[in-house]
């Protein structure tokens, strides 16, 4: 318990001025929509495809009052609703294909790393050649495909942002592990009779999903763009299956040239601060827990700080 | 690698541009495989319900796809190699058609965008790595961070509302009916055209519809390059040569433009190979919001058409330009610095 209080405090204790704040403003933030996901049916007045409330229809585009905050679109619904049950479609979208990528990358990545062969090389070539693929269109390709299979709803968008995001945790988990498996503590385990199997489970793992958590915040911030990209296009989830920031802005363009702005500002603005608030975390997470990036930043905070000071002086 | 020990440049750039062929090879591939042996049917999902079964079983038949996987995938690795993209099942059309139509307005954009990108983002990265922690440091790094973070339709929308509407600029198009109908298509680049017809009003419409558009793109990669040469200016700031330079007296600011410059525009080569692809993505999102008939916009209509011949067509030529601008991005890179060249 101790040691993981510690861990999380680590990326607090070994940052200072604006590198921490920076880290706590996008704690902070990304806590409030995963809240707002939560409690979305507490915190919005009305439902995502509520077009009416107490035997009243809900006026078409009106403006922002005292019932509306954020006005309504042009389906009737509610804006000021649809942007918080947002934020429950983007992190659940998120958190699924999050989880389908780890688990998928890592076994593969340590079962490649490990045992080498033909199965990697084999994986590492399908895999740089997923990854050199522009990414936008690979998730479009897949959703086009899974939307064909399964239908346009939060399990496709999640399984095709997790296909373009496996290969990098594959290639961080594998070349970990090719390193990691030539370390003494392996060899040791293997002469005390370790399977392969064990020694995988209880040796390496724990070694090579240390990034894991690095790279699944950073990818967060690209998924919930790539989630509303698709939106946008129309090939997400359909609007009265959840609301989703991304078609809503879609369905708000078509408003834009009769001057009306409520429709697209608002959910606009809450991919653009969850976004800035998962890239925040992830930044402070990546310059604390990467030992290379951590060097390389400190060295020039005290350096030319000093030297510059100095001159004024 | 082996037997590169001498460095040498052409062998390096040989080796790079061979490498190419598998390169292509394993992309082509993963687009068969993705497309082609995921289950439902192309055919009937494009034309299903405009034709009776036995024309559709004929379309089938034409298109060769009741053949056996591997020798749909062998027609689809020879016709490429013979740069025939296939048609689209929709319309009907060679997919290179497709490609010279909207592949100019594509073009066009992205080299806007990434002109636009150059002249603000380098000043401003430059500006934010000499002048490290100020007020100007922070602001501009937020920028940066804040043109990443909102996506390209937010940014196209706000610009639509807030500043097409005020100042009256065309949001969607890539020129009005009448220049279009007025430039005769020498290249199939609306851009290069109109210059050469010399019409003065249709020059004005094209780039004031090209204008908000490459902004909106350009506003993208701008955030990139913004980060690139601030943390490249800091790092080559470090250098002993740098040191070296002050300690000889030479001003900071000469500093920075005479010797650290050069070296931190380096990598900026590099990411623009990389940001590529990232573009491409953005093309696509920038073309719907602004109804720019490029490619990217075709590939949407096209997949809401559910055009599986279309989709395959457009997605080949995409992969291979990716590899082939890696490609060409590191053979730059090799000739203007030595040094990567191991």
């Not at chain 1, 990098?168 to 003494?184: D, G, H, L, M």
């Not at chain 2, 082609?36 to 009937?44: E, K, L, N, Q, W």
Request: charged share 15%.
């Amino acid at each position: 318990m101790r040691r993981i209080l510690s861990a999380l405090a680590k990326p607090f204790s070994e940052t200072s001025g604006l590198a921490r704040w920076m880290l706590v403003i996008g704690i902070v933030l990304t806590a409030v929509f995963v809240f707002l996901a939560i409690f979305a049916p507490w915190v919005a007045p009305y439902g995502f495809a509520q077009a009416s409330a107490h035997g009243t229809d809900f006026p078409k585009l009106g403006h922002p009052d005292g019932t509306h905050w954020f006005g309504t679109d042009r389906l009737f619904f509610d804006v000021y609703s649809r942007a918080i049950w947002g934020a429950r479609t983007a992190i659940e979208v998120v958190l699924l294909s999050i989880l389908v990528c780890i688990v998928v990358g890592v076994p593969l990545g340590l079962i490649s790393g490990y045992y080498g062969g033909w199965l990697d090389r084999i994986l590492v070539l399908v895999m740089d050649a997923l990854f050199a693929f522009p990414s936008f269109l690979l998730a479009i390709v897949f959703s086009f495909l899974l939307t064909n299979i399964v239908g346009g709803s939060v399990i496709a968008v999640s399984l095709s942002l997790s296909a373009i995001y496996i290969p990098q945790y594959y290639r961080v988990v594998r070349n970990t592990t090719v390193s990691a498996k030539e370390a003494t503590y392996v060899e040791a385990a293997r002469a005390m009779g370790a399977s392969d199997g064990v020694i995988m489970r209880r040796y390496l793992f724990g070694n090579v999903v240390q990034s894991v958590p690095v790279i699944g915040t950073l990818n967060a911030a690209d998924a919930i763009l790539t989630l509303a990209g698709l939106g946008f296009l129309g090939l997400g989830i359909q609007s009265t299956q959840a609301a989703e920031w991304g078609h809503d802005l879609n369905r708000a363009l078509a408003d834009a040239g009769s001057g009306v702005w409520w429709t697209g500002l608002y959910p606009g603005l809450a991919i653009v601060l969850l976004v800035t608030a998962l890239t925040l975390v992830g930044e402070g997470l990546n310059e604390t827990l990467n030992p290379t990036l951590r060097r390389r930043r400190l060295l020039p905070v005290l350096l030319p700080a000093r030297a510059e000071t100095e001159e004024v002086r | 690698m082996a037997g590169t020990g001498s460095g040498s440049l052409p062998r390096y750039i040989a080796q790079r541009v061979l490498l190419v062929i598998p390169m292509i090879w394993v992309i082509l591939t993963l687009v068969f495989v993705v497309l082609r042996v995921a289950p439902g049917d192309p055919i009937s999902a494009a034309v299903g319900g405009k034709l009776d079964a036995d024309a559709l079983a004929q379309r089938r038949e034409a298109l060769g796809l009741n053949r056996p996987m591997i020798a749909q995938y062998w027609d689809y690795l020879s016709s490429v190699a013979h740069l025939d993209f296939g048609t689209t099942f929709s319309d009907n059309q060679p997919v290179l058609r497709v490609i010279r139509d909207n592949g100019g307005a594509t073009l066009s954009l992205t080299l806007a965008a990434f002109a636009i990108a150059l002249v603000v983002g380098i000043p401003l990265g430059l500006l934010a790595g000499r002048y490290r922690d100020s007020v100007a440091d922070v602001v501009i790094r937020l920028f940066g961070i804040l043109s990443y973070a909102a996506p390209i339709f937010f940014v196209g929308f706000l610009l639509q509302v807030y500043v097409a509407q005020p100042l009256g600029l065309p949001t969607g198009g890539a020129s009005s009916p009448m220049t279009a109908f007025l430039v005769t298509p020498h290249t199939h680049i609306l851009l290069i055209d109109v210059f050469l017809s010399g019409n003065g009003t249709a020059i004005t419409d094209v780039l004031k519809h090209l204008l908000l558009p490459s902004l909106t793109l350009g506003l993208l990669i701008c955030g990139v390059f913004i980060r690139l040469v601030r943390v490249n200016i800091l790092q080559t700031m470090q250098a002993d040569y740098v040191e070296a330079a002050e300690a000889r007296g030479i001003s900071r600011g000469k500093v920075t433009r005479r010797h650290a410059l050069r070296n931190a525009l380096v990598p900026v080569v590099t990411v623009i190979g990389l940001q590529f692809a990232m573009l491409l993505g953005g093309a696509v999102l920038t073309e719907s919001t602004f109804n720019w008939p490029g490619l990217g916009q075709k590939l949407v209509d096209y997949i809401n058409e559910r055009d599986y011949g279309a989709v395959q067509g457009i997605v080949t030529i995409f992969a291979i330009a990716v590899v082939l601008v890696s490609v060409l991005v590191d053979v730059v890179n090799a000739l203007i610095d030595p040094r990567v060249r191991y």
